[in-house]
């Protein structure tokens, strides 16, 4: 009796041990944790500013393009360049920041070149004076450049008090002959025989005069497409002027051809073009002109691919010709090289 007591309880025990292993065996739940799905950001696109040259030194006043003060600070030298067709091409007309073209004695015209921040190595070929060119001349205060001129013209530089350097009284340390070319249209020099030439004739070194105004930087102007500009001169004589788009200037073409520099060969541009009718007659049996650059007159601006049309006024032979627009503000130019056309009223001129 005692042992099946003694048998119960340890089977009792037994089972109780049993059932607490499996309990201890039992797994836990498993706790599924859901995560928020991860959201990588999109970094916003960095805008890269587009590199403007940095502009060294200051703007030119015939220009607006920067150069080395020293440059700038110095006075204009006008030069007057020969347009024969025997002439061409002309050397250093490309350094120019101004240049002018003016009827002469039939069928030709002439350039003035107006510079201060270039120096040409060579220069030419350089010819005589006329009134008008003395005129302008007075505008930029400049040393004025020439061999010979008009009896008028020569005048002109002695009572005007004009700061001349004349191929005719210099020496050829100034003036030289290239044998590539004949007589009269192989006459030279250079820059700096220019400058040399200044100082020992104890000119004035800095200019004084009133400079065309200029965007700091090329500004788009609303006006007639002009893509190309056409001025007939005379029969045989044509400025032609093709604009480029993606360099945004104009290249110009002379009697059909492409205008290009003596010295590199490379294209003669205009970042601005003005076409300026002034009356003109014929003063003697040379057929020399008188063209009033003093009064008022009417005028075309062009820069762009767009023209504009100007008035244009000067009140003096040594006051600066001011352009304006229709409405009566002043014309500001477009930074870069300017060529002023100077036509008589009956020239053909052509704009498409």
């Known amino acids: 009796m005692k042992l099946k007591i003694k048998i119960g309880l ?18 836990e739940p498993v706790v599924v944790v859901e995560e928020e799905p991860i959201v990588i950001e999109e970094e916003e696109p960095v805008e890269l500013e587009e590199e403007v040259p940095e502009k060294i030194g200051i703007p030119s006043p015939l220009s607006g393009i920067y150069a080395e003060e020293e440059k700038v600070n110095r006075r204009p030298v006008a030069v007057m360049f020969d347009n024969h067709n025997r002439a061409r091409w002309q050397a250093g007309l490309k350094d120019a920041e101004i240049v002018y073209e003016f009827l002469v004695e039939a069928p030709y015209t002439r350039y003035l070149g107006i510079f201060l921040i270039n120096d040409p190595p060579s220069i030419g070929p350089i010819r005589s004076a006329r009134p008008y060119f003395v005129t ?24 005007l008090k004009i700061a001349d350097i004349d191929g ?16 009269p249209h192989n006459l030279y020099s250079s820059m700096e025989a220019i400058r040399t030439s200044q100082e020992e004739r104890k000119y004035r070194m800095v200019g004084e005069f009133t400079p065309f105004k200029f965007h700091e930087d090329e500004v788009d102007m609303e006006g007639s497409v002009a ?22 200037i104009y290249i110009r073409h002379k009697d059909g051809k492409l205008h290009i520099d003596e010295i590199d060969e490379s294209p003669i541009i205009a970042k601005n073009i003005i076409i300026q009718v002034a009356k003109t007659r014929v003063i003697d049996n040379e057929g020399r002109l008188d063209i009033q650059l003093v009064g008022e007159g009417e005028g075309k601006y062009i820069t762009n691919g767009k023209a504009i049309d100007v008035r244009w006024e000067k009140k003096s032979r040594h006051e600066k010709t001011i352009f304006y627009d229709l409405d009566g503000n002043e014309i500001i130019l477009n930074p870069g090289v300017t060529w002023i056309q100077v036509v008589e009223p009956r020239t053909e001129t052509i704009i498409e």
Do not use: P
């Not at 005719?168 to 007589?183: A, E, I």
């Open 136 to 159: 302008t001349v007075l505008e930029y205060d400049a040393v004025y450049v020439r061999v010979g001129g008009s009896e008028a013209a020569k005048q002109d530089v002695k009572t």
């Open 10 to 27: 340890l089977t009792i025990f037994i089972a109780l041990l049993a059932s607490s292993c499996k309990n201890e065996k039992a797994e």
């Open 168 to 183: 005719l009284s210099s020496s050829n340390k100034v003036f030289w002959r290239v044998s590539h070319k004949k007589m």
């Open 227 to 248: 893509n190309k500009v056409i001025i007939n001169y005379r029969k045989d004589n044509t400025t032609e002027y093709i604009y480029d788009e993606d360099k945004k």
